[in-house]
């Protein structure tokens, strides 16, 4: 039997049913919930018109904000999480929240069209850092971010008309306002906790069924059964399928619940790093050990696409504008595959398209490993490329005495 969508919005848990398994969550906000503050612009993730933010529990009490582009995201993803817009931001008084103020202080907006965009990457930094007059009861420091933290919170927002100096000279005073943030942090992850699913979550619209399990099990019994069904995890590419190739998924089955997929483990030898973790954490980890590659991180995309693209989904979609696969093949990683009969195996060569092949032989990735320590990747060439993932470095790299160029 189909379960209804549940999330929070709007300061309400919303019960949705009767939209396709593969709607926008930005087709939601301006055709059904009518909030139109959220923006289409490129509808495949670029421009940061669209972007919200979701909440989800951290695993210690409090939520994680983070800033996605509602124009990839499906709805069904939506469920047991909380979905904030521009709409959201007004404090219950009327009063502006202080992103808002900023804007307006710092002359940070002209045509506006981008305005909420940028306003909602700022709240989810806003989040994130908190401030002394808050008292939010986050899990996170009250930190002050830099100026250039601030640049590379708003990678994923294009604006044409104001500039982009007088909006980070905003992400910096928005610091200084008193008026409390809106969002009651424990109070909303006893809501999101009371929405939460234990078993897996089953959606059906005209025909077409979304599955997303909690387990690996779970997720190897369904596709068993339905060897053809669409594994999902980011959308930051297949979401692309549905808004500009118009492509028909057919069944989904959502791996963005699955705990098991969502670990990372350093161990002496190997950073294991689970394939439903999202670029921007798979990189948090792997800077720890290669500092080199955080330039390599933050031309990755931008900030929305990887908080929600996957390190897993990046390897198994082999696209050619897919951007971890230079530095998986210089840190000569290995990628582990689980068959459905729950066997598993390693295969070397997946970073180069192989996965493919021995998915059809009923093998899902499972984690990626990278050997630690490896290679020292040293970056050679260098794009400046708009959000969407792009080709961005050529490796020269040294293992075990041998030097090859990619």
């Not at 709607?23 to 139109?36: G, H, I, P, S």
């Not at 002496?268 to 670029?279: C, D, F, L, P």
Request: aromatic share 6%; with cysteine.
């Amino acid at each position: 039997m189909s379960q209804p969508i549940r999330f929070y919005h709007r300061n309400a848990i919303q019960e949705v049913s009767g939209a396709s398994t593969t709607r926008t969550v930005l087709q939601y906000l301006r055709e059904d919930a009518r909030c139109t503050g959220t923006k289409e612009g490129c509808a495949e993730g670029d421009c940061g018109a669209c972007t919200v933010v979701i909440g989800e529990p951290d695993g210690n009490g409090g939520v994680a904000f983070k800033a996605v582009n509602a124009c990839v995201q499906f709805l069904p993803t939506l469920d047991g999480r909380a979905l904030f817009t521009v709409e959201d931001l007004r404090q219950p008084d009327g009063s502006l929240h202080p992103v808002q103020q900023a804007l307006i202080d710092c002359h940070g907006s002209q045509c506006d069209f981008c305005t909420p965009g940028f306003a909602m990457s700022m709240f989810a930094l806003y989040e994130k850092h908190g401030h002394a007059t808050t008292g939010c009861a986050h899990a996170c420091e009250k930190t002050r971010p830099s100026r250039q933290q601030i640049s590379d919170a708003l990678t994923g927002n294009l604006c044409r008309c104001t500039g982009y100096r007088p909006i980070i000279d905003a992400a910096e005073q928005m610091f200084d306002h008193a008026p409390l943030a809106p969002v009651n942090v424990p109070a909303l992850a006893r809501t999101l906790e009371s929405i939460r699913r234990d078993d897996t979550f089953h959606y059906e619209h005209a025909g077409r069924r979304f599955d997303a399990p909690r387990t690996v099990e779970a997720l190897a019994a369904l596709k068993g059964s339905n060897p053809n069904v669409r594994i999902l995890a980011g959308s930051t590419d297949v979401g692309l399928w549905v808004t500009k190739q118009l492509r028909d998924l057919g069944d989904i089955v959502y791996v963005g619940q699955i705990e098991g997929f969502r670990h990372v483990e350093t161990t002496e030898e190997w950073i294991e790093i689970g394939a439903g973790v999202t670029v921007e954490r798979a990189y948090d980890e792997i800077v720890k050990t290669y500092p080199e590659l955080e330039e390599t991180r933050l031309r990755f995309a931008s900030l929305p696409i990887r908080n929600a693209g996957t390190l897993g989904g990046n390897v198994a979609n082999g696209s050619p504008i897919g951007d971890s696969m230079p530095g998986l093949i210089a840190l000569n990683a290995r990628v582990v595959l689980q068959s459905v009969n729950g066997t598993q195996r390693h295969a070397r060569d997946a970073a180069r398209g192989s996965l493919h092949r021995v998915s059809e032989e009923g093998h899902g990735g499972q984690r990626v490993r990278r050997r630690h320590p490896c290679a020292n990747a040293r970056r050679q060439a260098r794009q400046n490329a708009v959000p969407r993932l792009q080709a961005v470095e050529a490796f020269r790299f040294g293992h075990l005495g041998r030097v090859r160029r990619l």
